[in-house]
């Protein structure tokens, strides 16, 4: 991990398309983009004043060590340019390790969450009515039980400060049609499977992940945005793994537990901006967590 945190990106050489809660999109051309990573850390979809130290370009390498894993199965958006060729010496610095040229597609509304383990919101959805995104699942499971087949349980996609929202997969085929929305659902579980086997060698479950897809100018499915991150996906280290359990992981749930029980003015926070203050012991546990994930993975 790098010593210093970079929480908002300053680039002069590239316009700004836009900021997400992590990542700052500058335009490159007609066709393609820079994708920096920032240092940023968001729960809840609420992101934090304080940023984790290195974990712009954790999650950076992360990404495209799955990406390159994956390409058999589905494209992605990388195109391989150098993003330190495109911006000026002087932002090098901030470029450098954290950021990805990639296409600019047409974005899918959609993210396309796929479970191997119920867990989160999941878990939640299941102890009121045994289903999850509409998907009855059989009765008497535990928490952190593993599914006999993965699900896939899409959501909406938020913008920043909005709270993403589970739906079925029948809103999903009226918001993009029925073919895409079954390309999105069976290329999702492909990848996921994939995924899941090989951190299995690694001592990793991934208990669940999501994935972002657009359309390029051809109409062709592309995987875009990152792909299991810690950001985006819940690791949990295989000997620690106990049904029933809520088992501790290498990904932000440390950060959601200690939000669980942090106040703001004296009352309990309420899941909306602004986030409490992270003390630098929270800050440096959950920098430790993501880089045990890549430690383990990579």
Known sequence: ??????????????????????????????????????????????????????????????????????????????????????????????????????????????EAVVRGYLAGSGWQS???????????????????????????????????????????????????????AAQVRETALALYQEAAAYALTRGIIIADTKFEFGLDANDQLVLMDEVLTPDSSRYWPVEDHREGENPPSFDKQYLRDWLAQATVNGQPWGRCAPAPALPDEVVAQTAARYQEAWRRLC
């Open 126 to 180: 299941y102890q009121i009515n045994g289903t999850v995104c509409g998907l009855t699942l059989p009765a008497g499971l535990p928490q952190a039980s593993r599914l006999s087949d993965p699900i896939y349980t899409p959501a909406t996609k938020a913008e920043a400060g909005a709270h993403d929202e589970n739906i079925s997969f029948a809103q999903t085929q009226r918001m993009v049609g029925e073919a895409l």
């Open 1 to 110: 991990m790098t010593a210093a945190a970079l929480h908002t990106s300053s680039l002069h050489s590239l316009p700004l398309l836009a900021r997400g809660k992590v990542r700052d999109n500058y335009v490159v051309g007609e066709h393609r983009m820079l994708m920096l990573a920032t240092d940023r850390i968001s729960a809840y979809d609420v992101v934090m004043a304080q940023a984790i130290p290195g974990k712009g370009a954790l999650l950076t390498r992360m990404a495209q060590f799955w990406f390159d894993k994956l390409a058999h199965v589905c494209p992605n958006h990388l195109t391989g340019d150098d993003p330190c060729a495109l911006v000026h010496a002087d932002e090098v610095e901030q470029v450098r390790e954290r950021a990805m040229v990639v296409q600019r597609l047409r974005p899918l509304p959609i």
